[in-house]
C-alpha cells in the first residue's frame, strides 16, 4: 500500500461530497459503501456497519484499528454522514458537484460540516500506516465512526449508539469531534456545545371584525409575548455586542417562523383578525446556564396562562451529564487529554486558539459529554470563512490537506499516550 497521493486525497473528499446525504432523503448507503471501500484500502482497519432503528435505515459505519493495549481506553474520531439541504439556485455551483475551482476552492454542501473531517481521518491513518516500517500500531484502539441524523438531533444515531452494547464494549475514553472553521491562522478547540430547545408559543383569543380596535386578540396576545422575548433577546446580545461574552456563551432566542391569520386560495382574509396565533423559537442554552430560569420565563412572562397563551417546549438532547453536572469537557491541565491534544497540534507547526470555546450549535459530542466521556471539538480549517450551513459552502484543497498532517501527529499521539 502506498499514502495517497495530493490529488488522490481530493478526489476521496469530492467523491463522498458528490453523495447527496441532505435531508430530508440522505443517501446513506452509498456513503457508506465509499467509506467501506476506502477504509479496506487501509491494514488492519476493520469496517462494521451498526443498525440502531428497526427498518436499518439509518446505518452507522464503524472502523476500529486495535490498540496494542486493549486494557486502555480507546479514542473515538467522530463524524456525521449527513448534511443540511441546500437550496441549489442560491449556489454559484450544483452543491453536490463538489465543484474544483482553478484557485482550490471545493465547492459543495458538507465540505466544512463536516465531510471534511470523516476524509481527512482517514487520510490520516493511511499516512500513518503507510509511513511506519511494519504498519501504524497503536497503543491505544482507534475507533473511527461515521454516523447519521447529527443535523436533525442525532436521536437516531449517536444518541442510540452510546446507549448501545457495541458502545459500551468500545471502552472509549476520549472522543474528537466536529468544530467548526476559523478564519485566522489558529485552530479552534470546543468544549461544550449549547443545548437546544424548541419552543413554541400559541396564542388564543378573540376573534372580530379586521376593523375594530378590541382587547385579547390572538395576535395581539401573541405580540405582547414576542416583544418580551425580543427584549430579553437584546438582553443577552447587548452583553456580546459590549464585549462581556462571546456569542456562544449567552442564550439565544431566535423567532423561526409565524404561523397566524386566515387563508384562502386568494391568499390571507385581510379583514379578519384570527382567534390562534403561534410562534417558534430556536432557543440555546451554555452548559453554565439555568434552564430552570429560562423555564420560568417562558411560563410566565413569554406564554402566560393569563394572556391566553400556551407553550410547548422539546429539549433536543441532554442539558446534564450522567452526574447532574454541566455537559463540557475541562480545557485546561486538569484534562490529560487537553495537554495531549494541544501538544500534537503544536508538534505539527500549527498554532492553537489560547482560549477553547463553547460551540454556538449544537453536536452530537453533547451525547457523549452526558456518559461523562471527555470530547473535543476541532476541524482543522484555518484562515477559512465560517460557512456551515450557508451557500456556496466551500474548503479550499490545500487546507484541507494540512489538516490531515494536523491529524496525523494527533492520531499518533492520542493514541500512544498511556497517562490516563
Ligand atoms: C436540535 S439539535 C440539531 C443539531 C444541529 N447541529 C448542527 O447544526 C443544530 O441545530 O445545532
Ligand atoms: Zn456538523
Ligand atoms: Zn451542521
Known sequence: MKKSSFQESINHLRAYLQINT?????????????LTNFASSVPNLKAQTLHFTPNKTKPLLLLTLPGSNSSLTSILLNSHIDSVPAETSKWSHPPFSAHYAPDGKIFARGAQDDKCIGIQYLEAI?????????????VRTVHVSFVPDEEVGGFDGMAKFVESNEFKELNVGFVLDEGQASPVEEYRVFYADRSPWHVVIKAVGEPGHGARMYDNSALENLMKSVEMISKFRESQFDMVKAGLAANSEVISVNPVYLKAGIASTEGFVMNMQPSEAEAGFDVRMPPTADPELVRRKISQEWAPAWRNMSYQIT????LRDYM????????????PWWSV????????GEKLNAKAEILGS???ARFMRQMGIPAFGFSPMKNTPIL????????VDTVFMEGIKVYESIIKSLSSYIGA
Open 362 to 364: 449544537t453536536t452530537d
Open 341 to 348: 491534544l494541544k501538544q500534537a497540534i503544536e508538534a505539527a
Open 324 to 335: 447532574g453536572k454541566p455537559l463540557l469537557t475541562h480545557p485546561d491541565e486538569s484534562n
Open 315 to 318: 429539549e433536543k438532547g441532554p
Open 22 to 34: 441532505a435531508h430530508p432523503h440522505p443517501d446513506y448507503s452509498s456513503a457508506i459503501s465509499l
Open 388 to 395: 456551515l450551513h450557508d451557500h456556496d459552502e466551500f474548503l
Open 126 to 138: 493511511k499516512n500513518l500506516a503507510t509511513n511506519q516500517e511494519h504498519g501504524f500500531k497503536p
